[in-house]
């Protein structure tokens, strides 16, 4: 059955009067009547039961009109979808890691909706390859992560670059020292980031330039969990700098200290999907970031 033919048979059916059906899909009467005839034929079947000029919908014609219904319903949610997808968009869809949800995300979401107070945004947390094949998926506009990911359908444009450091508890045997290179800790158990996390990665990576494989003790998928472990003494930790303007040496009995190393250091980025005609407004808050970026840029 075509749009059409729903549209008038579930009018007849719920009106069950061929006259006022017709008037109000402005049609004639005989029209309508031939196109309930070839409906029929084409089912094999009666759907109105006749009583002289009355029509009575059967058992078999409510089952069409249940249908029909559902149908209609699941359309029209289709082509509102659609329409909203093809207009001017209110929404960014935002992925991003847990880290960023405690300073960077807040400030730009909060910056631009100053600039823009009809905005939403979804955003979604997770580890950066979830957050890609979000992207990929055409689930989520925009993600932020670290490090750029290798994915070749993915694109990406660097924000800024976050220090590496080497968290210790308070009284530990390195607490005292200005800085320290990644093989001064290469005995201590390490507490990691779970696999799929970007941090995860790039700690495995400069252990292996610094000669060793980190001892684990535990693994996190939250970076605050990470230093709630290392303040208790259950290992050390590389963790980025958040924001260097509001991060200090030492908080909650954790100390952090400058890595020497070459690399240490993660760039974060924006990440979407290559090739994909993004929403004027997607675009608009892309520039906005990235203006963002350079003016945090010029000020450090």
């Not at 670290?146 to 530990?172: I, S």
């Not at 290992?235 to 303007?245: H, N, Q, S």
Request: with cysteine; charged share 25%.
């Amino acid at each position: 059955m075509l749009n059409d033919d729903l549209a008038w048979f579930i009018t007849l059916a719920e009106t069950e009067h061929m006259t006022e059906a017709a008037r109000l899909h402005n049609m004639s009467q005989p029209a309508l009547s031939r196109a309930l005839d070839r409906l029929e034929r084409r089912l094999g079947t009666r759907l109105f039961d006749r009583h002289g000029k009355r029509l009575a919908l059967n058992q078999r014609g409510r089952v069409l009109y249940t249908h029909a219904r559902r149908a209609v319903a699941e359309m029209d949610a289709a082509v509102r979808k659609i329409e909203d997808m093809v207009a001017a968009p209110s929404l960014v869809r935002l992925g991003f890691l847990h880290s960023f949800g405690m300073w960077l995300v807040p400030k730009l979401v909060s910056g631009y909706r100053e600039e823009h107070p009809s905005v939403n945004f979804e955003l979604t947390q997770d580890a950066a390859d979830k957050v890609c094949k979000q992207i990929v998926d055409e689930e989520l506009d925009l993600g932020i992560v670290a490090p750029r990911p290798n994915d070749p359908r993915l694109a990406w444009q660097p924000l800024l670059r976050q220090k590496l450091c080497l968290a210790v508890p308070a009284g530990h045997r390195l607490a005292e020292r200005d800085s320290v290179s990644l093989v001064d800790a290469s005995r201590e158990p390490f507490v990691l980031m779970t696999q799929g996390h970007g941090m995860r990665r790039l700690v495995e990576e400069l252990a292996a330039a610094a000669g060793f494989q980190p001892k684990i003790s535990f693994e996190s998928t939250e970076l605050w969990t990470i230093r709630g472990l290392v303040a208790s003494g259950l290992g050390v930790a590389l963790i980025p700098l958040e924001d260097e303007e509001a991060s200090g040496p030492q908080a909650g009995n954790v100390v952090v200290l400058p890595l020497e190393d070459a690399g240490a250091e993660r760039e974060v980025g924006l990440v979407f999907k290559s090739g994909m005609a993004s929403s004027g407004l997607v675009q608009d808050f892309k520039q906005y970031s990235l203006q963002w970026a350079f003016g945090r840029r010029s000020r450090i």
